[in-house]
């Protein structure tokens, strides 16, 4: 099956710290067709370089990275059997473009998310849109020191609060 869940319902807070067209941080979640929940926290906002974090649960088991100690691992723990580690996400950093290369060259045809799984993740940014974007009060601005970027005080705590209630 190469496609992704089709969400139908979605619901999203869009806030902006930058000066920015669009929003630089996000708290959403929504069901899927088949009554799947999912919920998603990002930011460019938090003034530190943080790692990203999941945990996905299904039927038979529990998929997280950085979760509990676990250093950039995706670490699987099925119900039925033994814990199985994935790897570093970042191991080959550059494999996506390496796949595009192949691709335009002729080399390969392998396509590892194509446009069936693309267009649900596509669709769910693109419905995202449609809520208005808040900016953060002044007052929670900081500066980081060597970029023009401002961050929000306590955001990052904040957001692994959300987060750790949500997972």
Known sequence: MYT???AREISGTLYRAN???NFDTVITSGRCD???SISFIAT????IEAPPRFSLRFEKGIVTLNEDGEMN???GYPTDSDIR??????FNHTRKLDIAVDNAAGISSFV??????AAMQVRYIEELQKFPVKDFEASRHGELPVS?????DGLYEELCTVYEKTK
């Open 19 to 21: 000066d920015i067209e």
């Open 148 to 152: 023009d970027s401002l961050y929000i």
């Open 112 to 117: 590892p998310c194509g446009i069936e799984t």
């Open 73 to 75: 691992i995706i670490t």
């Open 44 to 47: 460019h906002a938090a003034g």
């Open 34 to 36: 088949d009554d799947v």
């Open 4 to 6: 992704s869940a089709r």
């Open 85 to 90: 580690f994935y790897g570093d996400p970042d």
